[in-house]
Structure formats: structure tokens, C-alpha cells
T-cell receptor, first 111, second 113 residues
Framework: GENVEQHPSTLSVQEGDSAVIKCTYSDSASNYFPWYKQELGKGPQLIIDIRSNVGEKKDQRIAVTLNKTAKHFSLHITETQPEDSAVYFCAASSNTDKLIFGTGTRLQVFP | KAGVTQTPRYLIKTRGQQVTLSCSPISGHRSVSWYQQTPGQGLQFLFEYFSETQRNKGNFPGRFSGRQFSNSRSEMNVSTLELGDSALYLC????????????FGPGTRLTVL
């Protein structure tokens, strides 16, 4: 069935360093890949998304890359700041609103 | 523009009871999806509504149901509550299904005792 694997489950970095989170999807029909950030007590907040006709997308300190052949996509956060500390989720979908989520990565940025 | 709103934010029920949760999408958004979030199972898709019709359903028992009204507001209902139904229930809206970004509300925290 549809599945999205996400690694690592926890990630600790020093402020100013980069953080990379990787996801692999199983459904070859998947064509939309959003990333969400969830802070304690809040709902997931979209931070960046990419569609299958694009290999890379960047928004300031955040970038996402997609390798359709290998069925994996990654989130890159540069110059991390303490306020980047949260749980990050990747997800995949195929022309529906049914998002299949990864298991989440708890990112801690230490000052 | 106001975001997705969900009511109530917190709810405590006992086993066997039923519960109704409400979601108001972003103005102009016509598609509403529901997700269950638990520490053990993560974020799981429940169902999706568009134009008052259920378009897609996740792998949940029939105790979980939903509906959408003509103003795009949606409700989900869980009957005969079980302890395992304790979770954060999240609603997401998008302008139309399938091709648009989904925006999540803050969720309703349901505790079943």
C-alpha cells in the first residue's frame, strides 16, 4: 500500500548549521510533496511543497529536492535558528487530497 | 484572511459516548479533509469532502463519519467512543480537491476516558 518513510526521527543541530530530512515514498503515482512544520499545541503549517514536474524548489533558508526515479525527496534548512525547532512532516499525494504522511522528525536547534 | 477554525479545541468524553467535531474552512475553500494524529500511528487520513460529497475515505471503522454543508463547513462524528480514539483531530482545507495545497487548522484534542 501507500507508504512514506521519513528519516531521521530526531535531529539535533547547532544554531547556524544545516539540517536535512529525507523521505521515501512507495506510490509511483505520487505527484505532490508538501512539507509541514508542527509546533507544540498547533496544527501542521505548510512550509514548502513541490510537484513532480520540478526537481528543486527554494524559499529563503528552506529548499526541497525531488528524485522521482529513486522516489525520494528531501528538506534542507540552512542557517538554522532556535525557532526552527519543531516536528517536521513530509507527505505525498497523487491528484487527491489524501495526504500520506511520514512519521515526523523532531528537530532541535541549540543556541 | 482567517485560517481554518475548529471547534471545540478540547473535549473529554467517556467510552461509549459519541462526539461531533466542527471545521470551518478558509473562506473560498470548498474541499475539506480530516486527519487523526496519535503518537503511535502518526497522521492518518480519515476522509475528504467536496461539494457536500465524500470523495475519499481512509481506513477507519464505520464509527467515524462526516458530512459537509453547502457553505463548505464540515463536521465529523465518532460514535461509540473507544479509548483508542483519543487523538488530535485535524481538519485541512483547500480551494478544490486534488491539485491544491491543504491548510490545517489547530485541531481538536479528544480525550476518551
Amino acid at each position: 500500500g501507500e507508504n512514506v518513510e521519513q528519516h531521521p526521527s530526531t535531529l539535533s543541530v547547532q544554531e547556524g548549521d544545516s539540517a536535512v530530512i529525507k523521505c521515501t515514498y512507495s506510490d509511483s503515482a505520487s505527484n505532490y510533496f508538501p512539507w509541514y512544520k508542527q509546533e507544540l499545541g498547533k496544527g501542521p503549517q505548510l512550509i514548502i511543497d513541490i510537484r513532480s514536474n520540478v526537481g528543486e524548489k527554494k524559499d529563503q533558508r528552506i529548499a526541497v529536492t525531488l528524485n522521482k526515479t529513486a522516489k525520494h525527496f528531501s528538506l534542507h534548512i540552512t542557517e538554522t535558528q532556535p525557532e526552527d525547532s519543531a516536528v517536521y512532516f513530509c507527505a505525498a499525494s497523487s491528484n487527491t487530497d489524501k495526504l500520506i504522511f511520514g512519521t515526523g522528525t523532531r528537530l532541535q536547534v541549540f543556541p | 484572511k482567517a485560517g481554518v477554525t475548529q471547534t471545540p479545541r478540547y473535549l473529554i468524553k467517556t467510552r461509549g459516548q459519541q462526539v461531533t467535531l466542527s471545521c470551518s474552512p478558509i473562506s473560498g475553500h470548498r474541499s475539506v479533509s480530516w486527519y487523526q494524529q496519535t503518537p503511535g500511528q502518526g497522521l492518518q487520513f480519515l476522509f475528504e469532502y467536496f461539494s457536500e460529497t465524500q470523495r475519499n475515505k481512509g481506513n477507519f471503522p464505520g464509527r467515524f463519519s462526516g458530512r459537509q454543508f453547502s457553505n463548505s463547513r464540515s463536521e465529523m462524528n465518532v460514535s461509540t467512543l473507544e479509548l483508542g480514539d483519543s487523538a488530535l483531530y485535524l481538519c485541512a482545507s483547500s480551494p478544490s480537491p486534488g491539485t491544491d495545497t491543504q491548510y490545517f487548522g489547530p485541531g481538536t484534542r479528544l480525550t476518551v476516558l
